[in-house]
């Protein structure tokens, strides 16, 4: 492997100038030899930015510096996986003084840096990383006593900062750079979360309304340089967004300026289903990057496109229709809400069994039918059972690729199987979140397997280690782990719900979100006889506390009963949990966990 030559305990990523976000952060730097003889600065950080260069040396010099995420298992540089990129920066020395130089116009996506050319021994404050993004204020933080899901936030949080640059981009290194829709739009809640993207989105969403087409397709990549435009989950971007915002921040105008463009891309997809209501015409990429195997006796997880394409025509038809409301087109929304029956009996008849199996037995299909509220009342138990049973057939792992992977945990917790999603998060091995962390990411990898077990790498054709999609479990954390989460009547917070919903590999959880009215808060740690919450809501708020496992007339808050403390408005009992309404304040709720 790699032999480290010097090391340091930090190094400095310093911010660059505006547009971008200022920020600070201390890595670990070591500078290797590598068994190929080259000389690599580590970083310690997979990053998006350049580096500033500090060097003195004779006129004329060339100093070259090259770009790498990621070692080979020999420890070598690797650049595979950049295909056409070079990701070089060549520097040629005035001569005489000590000279600094920073490549202000490109960026780079790295972590490793090979210098060729330096004149005298590499010394640690050669290279300093400069890290560049959006400027978006950091608004949402998670820490729990888990320290792998700890550094799975810090990967997320990382590819958020490093692909929101201008335009959220799928990935920062290789010869792409896009503004992929479908990984925005998978990604968009979570990104609510990490920072304000309210300004980000809102003029990215500009952007898709301006480029669409005149028949109503939405295209791949926004700014369009592709041409390709219309796929299922990539151009409902159009829609989901939209919506996502608009509950986040609580503020309509987004909705007002999105509609004609979201009820367009509706239009397109009823034009293509046609009188019956499947969508089954034109290119889609399907639940992208799904699980695959080579064992014999596995058909692969592959769930059939003209499934995936009429669940989404669904669903953004819902989301229309909720639109129509909010801005008092009751007529429209009348009419979506008919259209929105015809596709769900249409989807019925074609894909779901008497019993609740579907035509594509796959996570992502029942994944996205349960999610989208497409299977009648008395079939979902059965369907959700069906995916929890998959995933314990899987032991314990998901077969979701981009499409399936963000609705995978939240259904099997609305459907009573809060252990499995608690099981799939906490998983270490191929495929699962938490595996490329145990190899070392420091960003979330766009496959599953882009380091496979036996350190070798995926296809370099398309193999990013800074890809934010799968990075849409920082949802989940948020809105169940910690149980920090907003009420679709209220928008933007207004109502809070503060429902955490604890499950094994925790026992301790922070969590906060800067809403648009104040710091939200919801702080919990459970021992082997108590369960303590301490749950912070912003002025001008109010909250609705559920804590599990609870007998109402068992808690205590700051050490009073319900009845006499500060700030109560209400306490009962539904089922197993404690539901207690409050307004804004600083509550601290400590009861004895029922076995």
């Known amino acids: 492997g790699a032999r480290i030559i010097e090391h340091s305990k930090k190094i400095l990523l310093a911010p660059a100038g505006p547009p971008v976000r200022k920020m600070q952060e201390i890595h670990p730097v070591k500078i290797i030899q590598t068994p190929a003889g080259e000389t690599v ?23 070259t510096l090259r770009h790498a995420e990621v070692l080979d298992k020999q420890g070598n540089f690797y ?24 490549p202000h116009f490109t960026f780079q996506g790295f972590r490793y840096v090979a210098v060729e050319g330096l004149p005298g021994k590499p010394q640690l404050g050669d290279l300093t990383g400069i890290v560049i993004y959006s400027d978006m204020t950091q608004t949402g933080s998670f820490e729990s006593s888990n320290p792998l899901i700890n550094q799975l936030q810090h990967n997320i949080v990382w ?42 989105f809102t003029k990215w969403l500009g952007d898709l309304a301006a480029d669409q087409t005149k028949d109503g397709r939405i295209h791949f990549v926004i700014p369009d340089v592709l041409g390709g435009a219309g796929s299922a989950a990539w151009a409902d971007a159009g829609t989901i967004i939209p919506w996502t915002i608009y509950l986040v921040y609580g503020d309509k105008r987004i909705l007002e300026t999105q509609y004609e463009s979201m009820k367009a891309w509706v239009e397109y997809m009823r034009g293509e289903a046609g009188d019956d209501y499947i969508w089954d015409t034109g290119f889609h990429f399907g639940d992208w990057l ?39 087109k009751v007529e429209e929304a009348e009419s979506y809400a008919n259209l929105l029956e015809n596709i769900k009996r249409a989807y019925r008849a ?24 497409l299977l009648p009342d008395e079939l979902r138990s059965q369907a959700a059972g069906r995916l929890a049973a998959d995933v314990r057939r899987f032991d314990n792992h998901l077969t979701t690729g981009f499409v399936g992977t963000p ?38 990898w766009e496959r599953w397997d882009g380091i496979k077990p036996d350190g070798s790498f995926q296809d370099p054709g398309m193999n990013s280690f800074n890809h934010y999609a799968y990075g849409a479990i920082g ?12 009420d679709p009547s209220e928008p933007g917070y207004k109502h809070v719900l503060v429902q955490p919903r604890p499950g094994r590999g925790f026992t301790s959880v922070d969590a906060g979100l800067d809403s648009m009215y104040g710091r939200i808060q919801s702080q919990w740690e459970l021992t082997d006889s108590k369960f303590h919450l301490m749950a912070v809501i912003p002025v001008n708020t109010r909250a609705t506390v559920r804590l599990p496992d609870a007998v109402v007339t068992s808690v205590t808050e700051s050490g009073k009963s319900l009845s006499e403390a500060e700030g109560i408005v209400s306490s009962r009992q539904e089922g197993g949990d404690a539901v207690i309404e409050v307004g804004s304040g600083k509550y601290s709720f400590v009861y004895d966990v029922r076995d």
């Open 407 to 444: 609705y995978l945990c939240h259904v099997l917790t609305r459907f009573g199987h809060l252990d499995v999603a608690y099981d799939l998060v906490n998983q270490e091995t191929y495929p699962s979140w938490l595996y490329p962390v145990k190899q070392g990411a420091t960003t979330i």
């Open 41 to 63: 600065f580590d970083l310690g950080q997979n990053m998006v930015g350049w580096v500033r260069l500090k060097v003195q040396g004779d006129a004329g010099t060339v100093v």
């Open 290 to 328: 799904a699980f695959a195997t080579t064992r014999s006796d596995y058909p692969g997880a592959t769930t059939d496109k003209d499934l995936i394409a009429t669940s989404f025509f669904a669903y953004s038809t819902s989301l229309l229709e909720k639109t129509a409301r909010v801005l008092g």
């Open 475 to 486: 949802e989940w954390l948020y809105r169940v782990t910690a149980g920090i989460d907003l």
């Open 350 to 373: 074609e894909f779901v069994t008497p019993q609740g199996r579907l035509a594509s037995n796959t996570q992502t299909a029942y994944s996205l039918a349960l999610n989208f509220d």
């Open 79 to 102: 650049t595979k996986n950049l295909r056409a990129a070079a990701q070089i920066v060549e520097y040629t020395l005035k001569g005489g003084t000590v000279e600094v130089y920073e």
């Open 159 to 200: 590819g958020q900062r490093g692909n929101f640059l201008d335009v959220p981009t799928d990935c920062p290194q290789r010869d792409e750079r896009l503004g992929w829709t479908g990984d925005a739009q998978v990604f968009a809640r979570t990104a609510s979360f990490n920072m304000d993207v309210a300004g980000f």
